[in-house]
């Protein structure tokens, strides 16, 4: 079925009727057509940091065994029931394909898995979690000193992420599960590289991703099923605002302005935006 949908992006260049300044840079609509069977949504990284039955690390407490803090782990928790779990029930009830990015070692047990793999690709999953930062000590010079570089750069990556605490809480990862209420069901499939990702969709014509899920600055945007990967094929990919966040700071925590700039930034670079309701609107008038 074809249907209409105004997708949504944030300009950088004049427009006509108004002043060329920031205040104008306000989020505007494009139109376009799709079938229904060209379109797919992408989950990124959904885990149950948050629940009762989550991951916690026995040499820590709830609140600690969390990525990015409680606050942090409640807000993607409270999207993913709110938000992204009622409208991926009722786009899948209208045959639109649902797709589940993340670790493969999220995803092994999950009875699509065998379906969405080739024999080469589950051979090839090998997917090492990685805990914390690693140091880079940047191009080989003399200058600076490299025994200088590896100090201050070791000491920085402990200041930002406690990497005695990252190592305790690395321990959850073992842990971590698809929350229940977005779990993968019926036609579902499941992604965890780029190369399976592009033949899955190549082969079944869909080009165009709406993607929910975290981190919006991270992991949806730089994962190797996320946006930047994906639009290199020349996949269209857009972001739907309200599925999606990133851990905030002090600073940014009130306006959640962290999540607000990466949308923009999708907006600017790989592809639209748009809310759940009006995507879900979009697809539900063609079938009236």
């Not at 979690?129 to 010079?141: A, F, H, K, L």
Request: proline share 4%.
């Amino acid at each position: 079925m074809k249907f209409t949908i105004d997708l949504e992006y944030t300009p950088r260049s004049p427009r006509n009727g108004f002043p060329f300044t920031e205040s104008s840079f306000v989020r505007s609509t494009s139109n376009y057509s799709f079938q229904s069977n060209e379109i797919g949504i992408a989950l990124v990284d959904l885990w149950n940091f948050g629940w009762k039955d989550g991951p916690v690390v026995a040499s820590l407490d709830w609140e600690l065994s969390t990525e990015r803090g409680i606050s942090h782990a409640l807000r993607k928790k409270e999207i993913i029931i709110k938000q992204i779990a009622p409208t991926i029930n009722e786009l899948r009830q209208l045959g639109i394909q649902i797709f589940h990015c993340n670790h493969a070692t999220f995803l092994m047990d999950y009875p699509q898995w065998v379906g969405s793999t080739t024999e080469e690709e589950r051979k090839n999953a090998i997917d090492p979690i990685v805990i914390g930062e690693n140091v880079r000590v940047g191009e080989s010079s003399t200058f600076p000193d490299l025994e200088w570089r590896k100090s201050w750069m070791a000491r920085h990556s402990d200041d930002v992420f406690n990497l005695p605490w990252s190592s305790q809480q690395g321990e959850a990862y073992s842990q971590i599960k698809i929350p229940k209420e977005v779990e993968p069901q019926g036609q579902d499939m499941l992604i965890y590289s780029k190369g399976q990702f592009h033949r899955i969709l190549r082969n079944s014509g869909i080009r165009v991703l709406f993607y929910m899920g975290f981190e919006t600055d991270e992991c949806v945007m730089h994962s190797d099923y996320g946006i930047n990967n994906m639009h290199s094929f020349g996949y269209m990919t857009n972001i739907v605002r309200d599925c999606t966040t990133t851990y905030e700071s002090a600073d940014t925590i009130e306006g959640s302005w962290r999540t607000k700039v990466a949308i923009e930034q999708i907006e600017k670079r790989w592809g639209y935006s748009i809310k759940s309701n009006d995507l879900l609107r979009s697809i539900k008038s063609a079938v009236r």
